[in-house]
């Protein structure tokens, strides 16, 4: 049942081609809600994205948090959406608002959203642990300059750039870090 509503999703999501159903954010928020309901973790990733930037639903960051805090959690383990959460408690406001025009700040709002660079290092830490580069990449910044809660740590700052480096080797590029 899941990966059919998946399915479904994708056949509203995707822009007209001349076959099959017209796009429709409405549609799509609503089948990947769904699939997030039954616990399918691509579903919760897919419905914090829309959520967050309010495509087909209404704009709810603190809502969009939980999607990705499903997504984030067994047995899902998406690593994106342990790295979306974290950045939405990562940066402060003034910061997130300068970035508007720029393509990283896609549904980008934090004024509802406390930062928490402490719960922020957890939730990289997970996604680093499952190969992903731009985890990895905002950890090793987080200890090289330190944060609220997260004292700056040359040693665990080198072990993650190493981490980061191997991964633009295995995976070719840093498009994964763009805009981090």
């Known amino acids: 049942m899941r990966s059919s509503t998946l399915r479904l999703f994708l056949w509203h999501s995707v822009p007209p081609t001349g076959k099959g159903a017209e796009q429709s954010d409405e549609q799509a928020f609503e089948y990947f809600d769904k699939s997030c309901q039954l616990e399918y973790a691509p579903g919760c ?3 914090g994205l829309l ?7 209404r704009k709810d960051v603190p809502e969009a948090l939980k999607n990705f805090e499903s997504a984030c959690q067994d047995p ?3 690593p994106e959406a342990c790295y979306e959460k974290a950045l939405q408690l990562l940066k402060p406001l003034e ?5 508007k025009s720029s393509w ?3 549904g980008d709002d934090r004024s509802s959203v406390p930062r928490n660079p402490e719960e922020a290092r957890k939730l ?4 680093c642990r499952q190969a992903h580069g731009a985890s990895c990449f905002n950890l090793a910044v987080m200890y090289k300059n330190g944060d609220d809660g997260v004292p700056a740590d040359a040693a665990k700052f080198q ?3 190493k981490e980061t480096e191997r991964l633009i080797k295995a995976q070719g590029s840093m498009d994964f870090v763009r805009g981090t």
């Open 45 to 47: 990733y897919h419905a």
């Open 51 to 57: 959520r967050r930037a309010g495509l087909g639903t």
């Open 76 to 78: 899902g383990n998406i």
């Open 95 to 99: 910061e997130a608002q300068s970035k």
């Open 104 to 106: 990283f700040s896609w």
């Open 124 to 127: 990289l830490e997970r996604g």
């Open 159 to 161: 072990e993650y750039k």
